[in-house]
Nanobody, 116 residues
Framework: QVQLVESGGGLVQPGGSLKLSCAAS????????MAWYRQAPGKQRELVAR???????NYADSVKGRFTISRDYTMNMIYLQMNRLKYEDTAVYFC??????????WGQGTQVTVSS
């Protein structure tokens, strides 16, 4: 079992930055991939960024060059640094991990609102 708790969401102006954090606990050693997803009102949940165990990353085209996913192994933390935020980045952001057996776990989500 893996438990995930996100934090760091909030209200930010367009062009601003936020850093989301996800604290992982439980069977950490089983984690193979880590990711951030988001869901805007009336839209499907979408992948924002993924970090695979070997260190490779992939990003949604809409956030490439603006967002960075990272992991602190010693602190069991997963981060999403978001820069140059746009109105369309407004959504609930979810932390997600998958184990080597492809079991997925989700956090409860944190709201990010980009507004002037």
């Amino acid at each position: 079992q893996v438990q995930l708790v996100e934090s760091g969401g909030g209200l930010v102006q367009p062009g601003g930055s936020l850093k989301l954090s996800c604290a992982a606990s439980g069977t950490i050693s089983s984690i193979f991939t880590m990711a951030w997803y988001r869901q805007a009102p009336g839209k499907q949940r979408e992948l924002v960024a993924r970090l695979i165990g070997g260190g490779s990353t992939n990003y949604a085209d809409s956030v490439k060059g603006r967002f960075t996913i990272s992991r602190d192994y010693t602190m069991n933390m997963i981060y999403l640094q978001m820069n140059r935020l746009k109105y369309e980045d407004t959504a609930v952001y979810f932390c997600n991990v998958a184990t080597s057996t492809l079991t997925e776990y989700w956090g409860q989500g944190t709201q990010v609102t980009v507004s002037s």
